[in-house]
């Protein structure tokens, strides 16, 4: 289990794309702050959204399935209770890290993805972690 901000920084130092998993168009909502500071970061973004077809000036994906490149980390904004098909689907397309955001808790996702040797984050701001260690 992913316990110190070394491996923490160590991901956001070797990451270089990254899927946002519920992505909203609106520039008030957390996900969109959160993928445009990363953006600005100089990450690749990949909105997932299957009710857009761009965000951010980015193509915008139904689901990880339709990614046709590899993502290093899927960065969740979901409810809790449906992040368990979005690591199903990260395991699937091999992402290396699944990261759920601030409030965000599932413990039987979390444990789908270490034994299918994704590193699991929950309930962090992945803007946060960044702007505070990089």
């Known amino acids: 289990m992913l316990t110190n901000m070394k491996e923490i920084r160590d991901i956001l130092q070797n990451s270089k794309t990254i899927a946002v998993v519920g992505l909203s ?15 600005q ?3 690749r973004i990949i909105p997932v959204n299957p009710g857009q077809s761009e965000i951010l000036g980015e193509r915008c994906y139904p689901s ?8 290093d980390v899927v960065n969740i904004f979901r409810r809790a209770e449906d992040v368990l098909p979005v690591v199903e ?7 290396k890290v699944v990261w759920m955001q ?11 993805g270490r ?20």
């Open 25 to 39: 168009p609106k520039e008030s909502r957390p996900s969109n702050m959160v993928a445009d500071y990363l953006k």
């Open 41 to 43: 970061a100089g990450y």
């Open 64 to 71: 990880l399935l339709d990614i046709t490149e590899p993502v």
């Open 89 to 95: 689907d990260a395991v699937k397309i091999k992402a």
């Open 102 to 112: 601030q409030d965000i808790v599932n413990e039987e996702a979390a444990r789908l």
């Open 115 to 134: 034994e299918n040797g994704l590193i699991v984050i929950m309930d962090r701001c992945l803007k946060v972690d960044h702007a505070s260690l990089l």
